[in-house]
């Protein structure tokens, strides 16, 4: 099975800051690589497939990339609403793994 | 609009069964895969499998053999997730999710809270 990574765990910034989480496939995925926003007591929601595609409706602040091993997901400007947990999936073999989760908060 | 509507929340005791619903509408039903997806108390989330919606095939992750069972109603567009002989470690929220055509789950239900205590 593929394990996925994220890092950091969690991470405090302020509204406004640029945030950047990073997320580790132990092997190559390509770019079969989903990144999601879950909020408390909601189901995730598809930010960006295949490493770097915006889902329509997703505010453009939000960015992907990377490619192999190694991802990333970009915010460029923290919004209030942005405080939740991200997750990255790979979909590249089953079992399509998720990743541990990063939290962000309010600093 | 694509819309996946689950069942309501369950509170079973161990040993017990239940069977969660999935109904989906606004596409084809047929045509997009259906991803089943756990989320423990606190915990991440856990891909559970999926089932072709087109032949009924289902794919089970490791951890996920034996006591769960995907199946399919077509007629009524709906996928269902069996669990059988429940522990209390099976208390989580159960998601499905759209397999979207880039492969990836795209939609996903608002969660069922199944609760397994004596």
Do not use: H
């Not at chain 1, 945030?19 to 132990?26: D, G, Q």
């Not at chain 2, 997806?37 to 032949?55: F, H, K, S």
């Not at chain 2, 669990?83 to 939609?107: F, M, Q, W």
Request: net charge positive.
């Amino acid at each position: 099975d593929i394990q996925m990574t994220q890092s950091p765990s969690s991470l405090s910034a302020s509204v406004g800051d640029r945030v950047t989480i990073t997320c580790r496939a132990s092997q190559s995925i390509s770019s079969y690589l989903n990144w999601y926003q879950q909020k408390p007591g909601k189901a995730p929601k598809l930010l960006i497939s295949a490493a770097s595609s915006l889902q329509s409706g997703v505010p453009s602040r939000f960015s992907g990339s990377g490619s192999g091993t190694d991802f990333t997901l970009t915010i460029s400007s923290l919004q209030p609403e942005d405080f939740a947990t991200y997750y990255c999936q790979q979909s590249y073999s089953t079992p399509f793994t998720f990743g541990p989760g990063t939290k962000v908060d309010i600093k | 609009q694509v819309q996946l509507v689950q069942s309501g929340s369950e509170l079973k005791k161990p040993g017990a069964s239940v069977k969660v619903s999935c109904k989906a509408s606004g596409y084809t039903f047929t045509s997009y895969a259906m991803n089943w997806v756990r989320q423990a108390p606190g915990q991440g989330l856990e891909w559970m499998g999926w089932i072709n919606t087109n032949n009924g095939n289902p794919t089970y992750a490791q951890g996920f053999t034996g006591r769960f069972v995907f199946s399919l109603d077509t007629s009524v567009s709906t996928a269902y997730l069996q669990i059988s002989s429940l522990k209390a470690e099976d208390t989580a929220v159960y998601y499905c999710a759209r397999e979207g055509s880039g492969s990836y789950p795209d939609y996903w239900g608002q969660g069922t809270l199944v609760t397994v205590s004596s």
